[in-house]
């Protein structure tokens, strides 16, 4: 009698890819460790991530905007264990009805209130914390019951060494964000403003592309494999400021120049790391620029971010002098704190089998 495979549930909030991109990541992986299928459920960019990366079947539904029972028991038949990203609702509507895994890669920005609306989370199956900038310690403060450290959730990185080459690329990730979905293509107008003519190949999600302009830039969608791949050979990368590519850049020994932040947990991530660069760099211009607090209610913060780019993209002294820090730093490699950080990828996969009740000695 042949044993059923696995069933994968990936469930990731649709801002930008970071939530999506941690949950392929740990789903894949289970996928080639335990033979799991695998199932999205998403809207906007967490689908066009899943469907990119050839997931064997994708659900739209979107927690949001509501769900029945009905519509919860039609996943729950689908699947095994729920990989969850930055969804808590989706926390919600799945415990006591299936193990549910939970993965946080922002643990140092939530305060006390975020775990009193989503009680949820506190009890849920299994917390997996990315331990970045002092994460872990935060969130042990927080009463969750079942809390797992793990290292930088990333992709492996190319083995091979890739030759570098001269050119640069711009990178803007998913764009897209809950709290005002039609900022993505305003923040790409002004992120690539301020790097004309510094770069001509653009990747990001298509989500945004049909909403721009005609530019002299060409626009690229890639899976993350590729992506990857572009990260390791080109000479300079400018990225907006999301923490899951700019852990897969350190891996691949990227030169990085930081475009503004585009929403709060980018914010907070440029003000990290201005404090482990040198006082004249670009990401310490930024942060200047961008202060904000952790622990503050997000949907506020992330609008404190778009007012200071609406600001910002009027202002001329600010494109000024951003290009004379970009001109006087050029790309630089990112700080040991993100290279350091080891890959949590096996421990995921771990927790996922011991969810599934699954033995180490279980593979495809």
């Known amino acids: ?56 079947s994708l659900i739209t539904l979107d927690p949001r905007a509501g769900l029945s029972p009905d519509q919860i028991e039609a996943v729950v038949r689908q699947i095994d264990v729920a990989v969850v990203g930055l969804q808590p609702e989706w926390v919600g509507a799945l415990t006591g009805k299936v193990p549910v895994a939970y993965i946080d890669s922002l643990g140092f920005m939530w305060n006390d209130g975020h775990f009193d609306r989503y009680s949820n989370l506190r009890n849920v199956d299994a917390y997996i914390a990315q331990d970045c900038f ?16 793990v290292g930088a959730i990333i992709a492996p990185h190319p083995h091979a060494e890739i030759a570098r080459r001269d050119g640069s690329i711009v990178h803007l990730g998913g764009l897209i964000n809950i709290y005002n979905p039609g900022n993505g293509s305003f923040y790409a107008s002004f992120a690539l403003s301020l790097v004309d003519n510094l770069a001509s190949e653009i990747l990001a999600s298509g989500e945004v592309e049909q909403y721009l302009p005609r530019s002299s830039f060409r626009w690229r969608r890639a899976d993350n494999w590729e992506a990857l791949q572009e990260f390791s050979r080109r000479k300079t990368v400018y990225t907006s400021p999301g923490l899951t590519a700019l852990l897969e850049m350190a891996a691949c020994n990227a030169d990085v120049v930081p475009l503004p932040p585009q929403n709060y947990s980018q914010a907070l991530i440029v003000n990290h790391i201005a404090r482990l660069m040198p006082d004249d760099s ?83």
């Open 282 to 364: 670009v990401w310490a211009f930024l942060s200047e620029r961008y202060s904000l607090a952790e622990g503050l209610e997000e949907q506020a913060a992330v609008e404190a971010v778009h007012v200071w780019n609406r600001h910002y993209a009027e202002n001329e002294d600010f494109a000024r002098r951003y290009r004379e820090s970009v001109e006087r730093n050029g790309g630089q490699p990112l700080p040991d704190h993100l290279r350091s950080r080891g890959n949590g990828c096996a421990a995921c996969v771990d927790t996922i089998r011991r969810l599934l009740g699954l033995s180490h000695s279980h593979t495809s």
């Open 134 to 149: 002092g994460a872990v310690a935060k969130l042990q403060t927080r009463g969750i019951k079942n809390l797992v450290s």
């Open 1 to 56: 009698m042949t044993e059923r495979r696995p069933r994968i549930g990936l469930f990731a909030e649709a801002f930008g890819f970071g939530p999506a991109s941690k949950v392929w990541t740990v789903a894949s992986a289970c996928h080639e460790a335990l033979g799991a299928e695998l199932v999205g459920v998403g809207v906007s960019v967490s689908a066009e991530y899943f469907a990119k990366e050839h997931c064997g």
